[in-house]
């Protein structure tokens, strides 16, 4: 038995030792511990054995051998394998990297956003409402009630059934009834109000959705002056230096006096081009002295406040700025247009 033990162990010691990989381990524990193994067979010749103590001791060292030497060779291997894997994954810090695709911001986020900066630097706030928008604060409390001639020129679209009481706002001017509400007793207002809106419209200057900005100043001592010093300033940051502005009468049922506002042409600088329509002018906003029932309707005494109010479209100023000739186009989505308004996006210098 002895002799036979010590013939197994340096049998299981040399072929452990010529193994190279896990599944050749694998395979020798099989046929040395498996069910059918050399070390199990052996063990479970103890019953027959004369002295089983012995016997039994025997076997032992043969398992301790197999085991002992099993585990070292196991470590061993897999030690080479993580060597091999490290070594074959080693990453190259120094290789260049892939190219990383960036979006930009949309044309009329960057307009939006140098609206906002330039009215943020003149000290206004600046208010996000709701595109779903009630009756009341779309029109009636703007001085448009249900039925106003008025409303025909902003038809928007209704929701329905237990809904029909609102609607796609059809213009940021409802950000004064919320800014106004919002703030009763709280004093002056200076805020504007940029977003989109919502009208059934559907040509190459006209689209269903666009954006506006409104603006809305009410304090106790504000004058016609106010709002023309501030539009002329806003003209001329925003188109240039060289813009004049001028102010016609107008109408607009939740301002009284009501005014449009001219600014220099853009394109032609004042010459006359077919934008204009060779007048020189271009329309850039709507203004007027807030009317008191619209001060009254939303909680300010229009015998202690005044305010002007004022409303543009963010379209128009992105059409001439980025050369636009669609409006249709800004709210398309397609890439390759999009694509387009990389240049000049401090984000954007991996592109
Ligand atoms: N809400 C008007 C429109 O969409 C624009 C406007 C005109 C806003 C005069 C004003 C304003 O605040 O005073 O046509």
Not at 27 to 52: F, H, W
Not at 166 to 192: D, F, W
Not at 202 to 223: C, K, R
Not at 286 to 315: C, I, N, R, W
Request: charged residues 30%.
């Amino acid at each position: 038995m002895q002799e036979k033990v010590e013939m197994l162990c340096k049998e299981i010691e040399e072929k452990i030792s010529n193994i190279t990989n896990l599944k050749d381990l694998t395979d020798l524990k099989a046929e040395y511990m498996g069910k059918k193994g050399i070390i199990t067979e052996l063990q479970s010749g103890i019953k027959d054995a004369v002295d089983k103590k012995e016997y039994g001791m025997q076997v032992n060292t043969v398992r301790t051998t197999f085991n002992e030497k099993y585990e070292n060779k196991l470590k061993e291997l897999q030690e080479e394998e993580l060597n091999r894997k490290l070594e074959s994954e080693k990453i190259d810090v120094t290789l260049p990297s892939k190219r990383i695709r960036q979006g930009s911001k949309h044309p009329m986020t960057r307009i939006q956003e140098e609206l906002e900066d330039l009215f943020v630097s003149m000290g206004y706030d600046v208010y996000d409402g709701p595109e779903i928008e009630t009756d009341e604060n779309c029109f009636q409390k703007l001085n448009l009630p249900i039925g106003h001639p008025a409303r025909d020129a902003q038809d928007t679209f209704y929701l329905e059934n237990e809904y029909e009481n609102y609607l796609l706002r059809s213009q940021t001017s409802t950000g004064q009834v919320r800014v106004m509400e919002a703030n009763v007793e709280k004093g002056p207002i200076r805020v504007v109000c940029p977003g989109k809106v919502y009208r059934r419209d559907d040509d190459a200057t006209h689209s269903h959705q666009f954006m506006q900005m409104e603006g809305l100043v009410i304090d106790e001592n504000v004058s016609m002056a106010d709002l023309k010093g501030t539009l002329e300033t806003f003209c001329k940051k925003l188109l240039g230096e060289k813009t004049d502005v001028r102010f016609r009468p107008s109408f607009f049922p939740f301002t009284e006096p009501s005014v449009e506002v001219d600014a220099t042409c853009f394109k032609c600088g004042g010459k006359g081009c077919p934008l204009c329509k060779q007048t020189g002018w271009i329309e850039v906003l709507g203004a007027g002295m807030v009317h008191p029932d619209v001060l009254k309707m939303s909680g300010y005494d229009p015998e202690k406040y005044q305010g002007f109010a004022f409303g543009t479209g963010l379209d128009r100023f992105a059409m001439f700025r980025f050369g636009i000739t669609d409006i249709r186009t800004i709210y398309g989505n397609d890439v390759r247009f999009l694509n387009q308004f990389t240049k000049g996006d401090e984000h954007n210098e991996t592109k």
